[in-house]
T-cell receptor, first 111, second 115 residues
Framework: DQQVKQNSPSLSVQEGRISILNCDYT??????FLWYKKYPAEGPTFLIS?????DKNEDGRFTVFLNKSAKHLSLHIVPSQPGDSAVYFC??????????FGKGTRLSVIA | DAGVIQSPRHEVTEMGQEVTLRCKPI?????LFWYRQTMMRGLELLIY????????DSGMPEDRFSAKMPNASFSTLKIQPSEPRDSAVYFC?????????????FGPGTRLLVL
């Protein structure tokens, strides 16, 4: 049973436009959420995180939004660049335990 | 720092053979994680260690899988005997601790193909 769901396996966006990647979770005990980015033939790298006490966290072109009532978070990339093309993993944790990852969404930014 | 080092990067083996994957975590990190990535299941945690002690191996799919961490700078994941369904990319990651606020640093992965 997938506790962290990324229902869109892939997404294509034009360069300069906004990319929105979505993630849903089922475990109401999750209180910390992260996004990792993965390029081909490399391991995932940490991108941005958010605690459940917040509803938004911003880091440059990347913003993560958390809607606890809907058990939904999203990653916004503005503006999207070709170098953003990668697989993005959503992850969550209930606290002092390791992360639970989603299946990932492949983002393609078209020049 | 060299980051997390994994070897081999690629492994092709025949069904029934033993496979050993190796990982050297970042120096000073106390926690080590083994993950498996497949198209069907995404990135799933197999086992993790804290201070060289296995904490949770509930993600290990079967008794054919075993992992060890004999010291702070080395860990192995062994599959014996291997099966075609074990084909996947296996990642090792390390962090200062197991809390989610402690960033996990991933190695480049070992791509395993079992024929």
């Amino acid at each position: 049973d997938q506790q962290v769901k990324q229902n869109s396996p892939s997404l294509s966006v034009q360069e300069g436009r906004i990319s929105i990647l979505n993630c849903d979770y089922t475990n109401s005990m999750f209180d910390y959420f992260l996004w990792y980015k993965k390029y081909p033939a490399e391991g995932p790298t940490f991108l941005i995180s958010i605690s459940s006490i917040k509803d938004k966290n911003e880091d440059g072109r990347f913003t993560v939004f958390l809607n606890k009532s809907a058990k939904h978070l999203s990653l916004h990339i503005v503006p999207s660049q070709p170098g953003d093309s990668a697989v993005y993993f959503c992850a969550a944790s209930p606290g002092n335990t390791p992360l639970v990852f989603g299946k990932g969404t492949r983002l393609s930014v078209i020049a | 720092d060299a980051g997390v080092i994994q070897s081999p990067r690629h492994e092709v083996t025949e069904m029934g053979q033993e496979v050993t994957l190796r990982c050297k975590p970042i120096s000073g990190h106390n926690s080590l994680f083994w993950y498996r990535q497949t198209m069907m299941r995404g990135l799933e945690l197999l086992i993790y260690f804290n201070n060289n002690v296995p904490i949770d191996d509930s993600g290990m799919p079967e008794d054919r899988f075993s992992a060890k961490m004999p010291n702070a700078s080395f860990s192995t994941l062994k599959i014996q005997p291997s099966e075609p369904r074990d084909s996947a990319v296996y990642f090792c990651a390390s962090s200062l601790g197991v809390r989610p606020q402690e960033t996990q640093y991933f190695g480049p992965g070992t791509r395993l193909l079992v024929l």
